[in-house]
């Protein structure tokens, strides 16, 4: 079992080490319901939609950028 030190050490390394990915959706994918948007988004009339994702990998921001699809539809 971690203690309290090693999960905040694994925190602050993790948030040291985060980065800005783009995950790329088409417009259609995405629900806009009036709930706030947790992500930075881009779009340009005909082009896919810009989502800026902060994540360690560009795998996390995807499988986030999913998760966070699949509750809109829900």
Do not use: C, S
């Not at 990915?21 to 005909?46: E, K, L, S, W």
């Amino acid at each position: 079992m971690k203690n309290i030190h090693m999960l905040a050490a694994e925190a602050i390394d993790r948030a040291k080490n985060l980065q800005e990915f783009t995950v790329f959706r088409d417009m259609a994918d995405i629900v806009f319901d009036g709930n706030p948007i947790p992500y930075t988004m881009n779009h340009v009339m005909g082009g896919p939609v810009e989502i800026m994702v902060p994540a360690i990998t560009q795998a996390e921001a995807e499988q986030r950028v999913n998760e966070w699809l699949k509750g809109q539809r829900a």
